[in-house]
T-cell receptor, first 110, second 115 residues
Framework: ELKVEQNPLFLSMQEGKNYTIYCNYSTTSDRLYWYRQDPGKSLESLFVLLSNGAVKQEGRLMASLDTKARLSTLHITAAVHDLSATYFCAVVTAGNQFYFGTGTSLTVIP | DSGVTQTPKHLITATGQRVTLRCSPRSGDLSVYWYQQSLDQGLQFLIQYYNGEERAKGNILERFSAQQFPDLHSELNLSSLELGDSALYFC??????????????FGSGTRLTVV
């Protein structure tokens, strides 16, 4: 079974700092998604990465995909409080099934 | 509003009971997926339907069943409920069988509490 691991699981960072969340997966996949979830709320799609070397940026968030290393990163630049949420990566298998990572709970401290 | 509608938003019921959760996918989406989210298990894929037919099954218990109707809405039936079934149940939809280039669109979820 495909395993999707994120680290760290919990991240507390100060406003203005940079940090990276990592998503490792155990089998071949050429599609990866990042989602954001606020407490008690639904999941909101952030990025879709469809090929090796893909990089997407939106505001202070940038996601990248390395299919050879089976690794995706979500980089946060100059964090602000509004970015506090849980971030999930999701990997799609050849059978078109989504497998979600464990989630990274991010808290940005003023 | 994501376009995926789930009802009810909250449900409190007793152990041993049966409940039905409902999901209307986004207009034009043919695939519906059900997920269970609990603190200890994370996001667990339960089942997927595409255009009325079951397409993939995940970690769905035998006490749970689902179906997708001709109008594409879906229902998740949970029976003989146990305390451990308390969780957030999400429905998601997509155009393609596997999410395609746009991934899933999630509903706001149904919070089920079994007492």
């Amino acid at each position: 079974e495909l395993k999707v691991e994120q680290n760290p699981l919990f991240l507390s960072m100060q406003e203005g700092k940079n940090y990276t969340i990592y998503c490792n997966y155990s089998t071949t996949s050429d599609r990866l998604y990042w989602y954001r979830q606020d407490p008690g709320k639904s999941l909101e799609s952030l990025f879709v990465l469809l090929s090796n070397g893909a990089v997407k940026q939106e505001g202070r968030l940038m996601a990248s995909l390395d299919t050879k290393a089976r690794l995706s990163t979500l980089h946060i630049t100059a964090a602000v409080h509004d970015l506090s949420a849980t971030y999930f990566c999701a990997v799609v298998t050849a059978g078109n099934q989504f497998y979600f990572g464990t989630g990274t709970s991010l808290t940005v401290i003023p | 509003d994501s376009g995926v509608t789930q009802t009810p938003k909250h449900l409190i019921t007793a152990t041993g009971q049966r409940v039905t959760l409902r999901c209307s996918p986004r207009s034009g989406d043919l695939s519906v997926y059900w997920y269970q989210q609990s603190l200890d298990q994370g996001l667990q894929f339960l089942i997927q339907y595409y255009n009325g037919e079951e397409r993939a099954k995940g970690n769905i218990l035998e006490r749970f069943s689902a179906q997708q109707f001709p109008d594409l809405h879906s229902e998740l039936n949970l029976s003989s409920l146990e305390l451990g079934d308390s969780a957030l149940y999400f429905c998601a939809s997509s155009v393609a069988k596997g999410g395609g280039g746009y991934g899933y669109t999630f509903g706001s979820g149904t919070r089920l509490t079994v007492v």
